[in-house]
Nanobody, 120 residues
Framework: QVQLVESGGGLVHNGESLRLSCAATGFTFSDKVMNWYRQASGKGRELVAG????????YYADFVKGRFTISRDDAKNTVSLQVTSLKPDDTAIYYC?????????????WGQGTQVTVSS
């Protein structure tokens, strides 16, 4: 059974930093692309960052470029998101994600999320 468990969220002030982590179990972690999404209250879920299975390629949404860094540790089956220079607009629930591509389509795995709140 696949499980993604996020941690590291919290309440911070404008300009501060956090390190979000996601521990994965139940699948071959080193084979998987890993992503971080976020969802602010009343808005849709949006992709924040992604990292390829071998860690050689990363993707960042324009609104986090230069402020967030995604990394993975295959020995520990974890993916992390270092978030710096936080702004109130970054307030959201942050979700860890991976997926399978099957003949029937894409199947997504999600964690329960970790709340990040940035006060002005």
């Amino acid at each position: 059974q696949v499980q993604l468990v996020e941690s590291g969220g919290g309440l911070v002030h404008n300009g501060e930093s956090l390190r979000l982590s996601c521990a994965a179990t139940g699948f071959t972690f080193s084979d998987k692309v890993m992503n971080w999404y976020r969802q602010a209250s009343g808005k849709g879920r949006e992709l924040v960052a992604g990292i390829s299975s071998d860690g050689s390629r990363t993707y960042y949404a324009d609104f986090v470029k230069g402020r967030f860094t995604i990394s993975r540790d295959d020995a520990k089956n974890t993916v992390s998101l270092q978030v710096t220079s936080l702004k109130p607009d970054d307030t959201a629930i942050y979700y860890c994600n991976s997926y399978l591509i099957q003949w029937s389509g894409r199947y997504d795995y999600w964690g329960q999320g970790t709340q990040v709140t940035v006060s002005s």
